[in-house]
């Protein structure tokens, strides 16, 4: 058989398997949605770790260290110290601070303006603030970091709080996992799913593989459209599962956009990319070809005809 003719003849399967699945809409249909449920569940919870990874990504001011100086320590002396900070090749910038801006600062913010014009001198000291280098943005880094500068002198405190970030991460690495399992154990019931439809088939067309085997067909070559059938239900169902996940993004996106402006952010709902979609479309097909090869063999290596 030359090759032309090999690749036809699967083309004029896979098309026929499409068809036999389209003169039986309503069962189709109820079989894909149930994979598509299936897959958009993780798929979900994906989508949902990347936004949440992509909004603390930008927390990097989460690592940014506030220095205070002794009350006595002048502005000239704070921009010193910020020449002499800047210089270090763990420190990306520097922020000097004075006493009098930040009054005004916490005047805006805290609503106490009455109460601070009643306080006969400034209480707040000339501070900096310094953001770590990519390479020292870690827990470990900042540390590093924090310890040199509380060794300067006329430096009284240096506070970093890095703790609710490393919490956040380490839920989103808990939850990360969780989506793996989830997704793992749902790609098994799609190929169950998927197994049990194409055993139907086959019991239905038992008599058709019989006289198939008689003219002397391989278990191959009768195996060969139930595995486009499962493949073509994976990939409707992996179609609905984007609608779904496309859908849901929709109505989410506007109600969140309003919750992130209520704390001052641009964040936007990010939908699905192309490279990810098209992945999700591969590993529906998938599924689906391998759910339908195990139940095709186990059932067409049993029909023996009389």
């Keep these: 058989m030359s090759i032309e003719a090999y690749f036809a003849r699967h083309a004029q399967t896979f098309i026929g398997s499409l068809g036999r699945i389209a003169r039986h809409p309503a ?88 109460a601070l014009d009643a306080l006969g001198d400034n209480p707040l000291p000339n501070s900096l603030v310094v953001t770590p280098a990519v390479a020292a943005s870690t827990h470990e880094g900042t540390v590093s970091l924090r310890n040199a500068i509380a060794a300067i002198a006329d430096v009284e405190t240096v506070q970093v709080d890095t703790d609710w970030v490393r919490r956040l991460n380490g839920i989103l690495d808990v939850v990360r996992r969780i989506a793996l399992l989830t997704g793992a154990l749902l790609g098994v019931g799609v190929m169950l799913i998927v197994g049990n439809t194409i055993r139907l088939d086959i019991l239905n067309r038992r008599a058709e593989i019989e006289v198939m085997k008689l003219v002397g067909a391989s278990n191959g070559f009768a195996r060969r459209p139930f595995l486009y059938s499962g493949t073509w239900y994976g990939l409707g169902g992996a179609i609905l599962a984007l609608g779904l996940v496309g859908v849901g993004q929709a109505i989410l996106a506007h109600p969140v956009e309003q919750l992130a402006a209520l704390y001052g952010s641009k964040f936007t709902l990010r939908g699905l990319d192309l490279a990810t979609s098209a992945s999700v479309l591969g590993v529906g097909a998938l599924l689906g070809w391998l759910g339908s090869w195990f139940a095709a063999s186990q059932h067409i290596r049993a029909i023996n005809p009389s």
């Design 27 to 114: 069962e189709a249909l109820l079989t894909m949605a149930v994979i598509g449920i299936g897959i958009a569940l993780p798929l979900c919870l994906h989508l949902a770790l990347q936004n949440a990874h992509e909004l603390s990504g930008g927390w990097a001011s989460a690592y940014d260290l506030s220095v205070y100086l002794d009350k006595g320590a002048s502005l000239t002396r704070a921009q010193a110290i910020g020449r002499e900070l800047q210089a270090r090749g763990d420190v990306a910038s520097i922020r000097v601070i004075s006493a009098a801006q930040a009054l005004a600062e916490f005047r805006d913010y805290s609503g106490f303006g009455p």
